[in-house]
């Protein structure tokens, strides 16, 4: 069974810098991208972060410049990399990733089960 593992989140002050970092693990064919999704209490799943297995990368306005995703595509595993961290960054962050299994050759979408991120003094 393919899975996400998360790992990296924490408490942090304000200005500080956190990395959080997605494995997949399982039967997997092959990853087309992977990304960061973040949800804040009360409000919905917000876009963060994808990278393509060519490395392309695509941002949220509110963390370009702060923020960076990248991939070790030999490992399976993406990273994002924040910086200046602000009280507004606090939230779950969820993996997203999309990937084709070896045992079906089926591309699914797949989740991590989310890690916490506080900014605060």
């Known amino acids: 069974q393919v899975q996400l593992v998360e790992s990296g989140g924490g408490l942090v002050q304000p200005g500080g810098s956190l990395r959080l970092n997605c494995a997949a693990t399982g039967s997997i064919a092959s990853i087309a991208y992977m990304g960061w999704y973040r949800q804040a209490p009360g409000k919905q799943r917000d876009f963060v972060a994808t990278?393509?297995?060519?490395?392309?990368?695509n941002y949220a306005d509110s963390v370009k410049g702060r923020f960076t995703i990248s991939r070790d595509n030999a490992k399976n595993t993406a990273y994002l990399q924040m910086n200046s961290l602000k009280p507004d960054d606090t939230a779950v962050y969820y993996c997203?990733?999309?990937?084709?299994?070896?045992?079906?050759?089926?591309?699914?979408?797949?989740w991590g089960q989310g890690t916490q991120v506080t900014v605060s003094s």
């Open positions: 990278i393509t297995n060519g490395g392309s990368t």
């Open positions: 997203h990733a999309q990937i084709k299994s070896t045992s079906t050759l089926l591309t699914y979408n797949y």
